[in-house]
């Protein structure tokens, strides 16, 4: 492969295999090194946390909406920026959603207080829902094989998990060593290196491609924002207080709102008639439940470590280590195993022992217990996350034709980072409103228990509902083995 900055002129004569071959691993990059940055973001920030707290003086509701408000625009636009994508051109709002995200990373680096901070991170999270909304498309556009998209995934959840694995060390160490801004200032050299390889990637579009659901788009930021907004201030307000009641009834009504314009559209951001469709709805409640629970349960997690345990961010890294580099070795063999085994059967038994290690950390931490009680729940979280995390994109990409890996990869991404945004709020009303800095400390791990056991239940049921679409897709011959692209 020529170098990034000098493309190959039109001229050469190269031969088409090669080329092809040379298009497909660069494409396959471009998705994991932006989906590294995206993964790094997340991971790197849960660990800073409490460090955001003292800097900024934030309290438990401030840290709530630092991580909302990155997934809240997340969820809500992903969609529409996947049709755009689709009908202007993949790599060309690729490109602008890397400009996005990494602008509003320095911002965030920058950020003089708590609001600031929240608002930079609302940026972050419209340019994640570009970058997400288009990284698996552009996969699934050099992929026209199960075979060839199998060993794509394989390597595509093999960065999930290196990110994973490595964000809690790496946010650590950076924000021992020099401070929770430069958890931030990292997204910015990752993201100029996206940039200069996507400016190689061969454009690609959708000649059928949706037109933009206006209507749909607000309802559904509305919906989405109301019913969090809710959520995270029901313990401090008083669940009958104004403000949370006129939330709540707002949100049904928006959200009613949504499933009506969705179905009269002519041009529906989200066409319901795809959830007629088992193979279609299952990946969507799948990676709602793991997304509501495991990955929601960081913060809270997180927080026991730093505010009850008393590890520094590095240690809270070192914490995490064995169970997201776990999530790694797992990532990495599951692309074999897809080709043994059937993807769905791989992501029900994933959930399944999230589910079970949810369930675990109810029973081994405790408020005068060191940092290794969070392992034996952690590391059966982390195989299932593993499994997950490829069997579960293969399950998105193979619902809808390739044609609209667009529409498939912004909705799958939708119902993931709408489980967090959710998970993370509900989550959060088991455990006291001042979290471990202004309640005793058995007091936030009691509520931190019925937070994981919630959470266990989640995933749990969103486990059994998937499996049984699955399974009903199956028997309908519909898509559900992720061979049938």
């Known amino acids: 492969m020529t170098s990034a900055t000098s493309p190959t002129p039109a001229t050469t004569a190269t031969p088409p295999l090669a080329r092809t071959a040379a298009d497909r691993t660069l494409s396959i990059a471009v998705a994991c090194v932006a989906t590294v940055m995206l993964m790094l973001d997340v991971s790197v920030v849960n660990t800073a946390l409490d460090d955001i707290a003292a800097g900024l003086g ?6 709530q909406w630092v991580i909302d408000a990155y997934t809240l625009p997340l969820a809500a636009v992903v969609l529409s920026a996947g049709s755009i994508a689709d009908r202007v051109g993949r790599k060309q709002v690729f490109l602008g959603g890397m400009v996005l995200f990494t602008a509003a990373s320095a911002a965030c680096a920058v950020s003089p207080g708590i609001g600031t901070l929240v608002a930079a991170r609302a940026v972050q999270g419209i340019g994640a829902a570009v970058l997400f909304a288009t990284a698996l498309a552009l996969i699934s556009e050099v992929t026209p094989t199960a075979e060839e998209r199998a060993r ?9 998990g290196a990110a994973f694995a490595i964000g809690p060390f790496v946010g650590g160490v950076l924000t021992d060593a020099i401070g929770w801004r430069a958890i931030f200032w990292c997204n910015v050299p990752i993201g100029l290196l996206a940039l200069a390889l996507a400016r190689r990637v061969q454009e690609s579009r959708d000649p059928q491609a949706r037109r933009l659901d206006v209507p749909g788009q607000l309802a559904l930021v509305a919906g989405l924002f109301l019913l969090v907004l809710a959520l995270l201030r029901g313990n401090e307000d008083g669940w009958g207080s104004g403000l949370v009641a006129g939330s709540l009834a707002g949100a049904a009504v928006a959200l009613g709102a949504l499933v009506v314009i969705e179905h009269r559209s002519r041009a529906p951001m989200l066409p319901l008639r795809h959830f007629r469709q088992p193979a279609f709805s299952a990946p969507q409640v799948l990676v709602f439940g793991i997304s509501a629970s495991f990955f929601a349960g960081f913060l ?13 961010p590095l240690q809270t890294g070192l914490a995490y280590l064995p169970g997201t580099a776990l999530v790694f070795v797992v990532s990495g063999t599951t692309a074999g195993l897809m080709t043994r085994f059937a993807p769905a059967a791989l992501a029900v038994v994933g959930l399944l022992l999230v589910a079970a ?3 675990v950390f109810a029973w081994t931490t405790h408020a005068d217990s060191g940092w290794a009680s969070i392992l ?4 059966l979280a982390s195989v299932g996350t593993g499994l997950f995390n490829p069997s579960g994109s293969a399950l998105a990409l193979a619902a809808l034709p390739p044609e609209q890996s667009g529409l498939a990869a912004g909705a799958n991404d939708t119902f993931r980072q709408t489980g967090l945004a959710v998970g993370v709020a509900w989550l959060g009303t088991f455990v006291p409103a001042a979290g471990p800095y202004g309640a005793d400390a058995a007091g936030f ?12 239940v989640v995933a749990l049921g969103c486990a059994v509902v998937g499996g049984v679409l699955l399974r009903a897709g199956h028997g309908r011959g519909g898509a559900v083995e992720g061979h049938s692209r």
């Open 58 to 63: 934030a309290s438990l509701s401030g840290l």
């Open 152 to 160: 794509a995934l394989g390597v595509y959840g093999a960065s999930i």
């Open 300 to 312: 809270y997690l997180t927080l026991y470590l730093q505010g009850v345990v008393g590890l520094s």
């Open 357 to 359: 290690g949810m369930a």
């Open 376 to 379: 034996p729940g952690f590391l």
């Open 445 to 456: 791990v009691d509520g931190l228990h019925h937070a994981v056991l919630a959470g266990a």
